[in-house]
């Protein structure tokens, strides 16, 4: 079997870039069965919402737009995730 893609997940609080990322994969996987493998990269966004208020936003700011309240949880960025792989059958 041979791998075609493969699809990751990251969040934008991870802080990874995905050109680095990229030129990682490319050369831990020359000469292995991932070899020639496209790598896609989906970036999630970051998305906070309000524990005092219960407003949701996505903008890079730890402060509430609506209430000013800085008790927050996070919904979305933390992400580094595989998500797929497709392999074809040799």
Partial sequence: AVAESQRLRVGALRQVFPEMLEFAFSTVVKDTALSGALLEI???PL???CLECG???????GVCPLCGSFNRE??????LEIHSVEVEET
């Fill in 55 to 61: 407003n949701r936003w996505r903008e890079d700011s």
């Fill in 42 to 44: 989906e970036e999630i």
């Fill in 74 to 79: 996070t919904l979305a960025g933390m992400e």
């Fill in 47 to 49: 998305e906070w919402r």
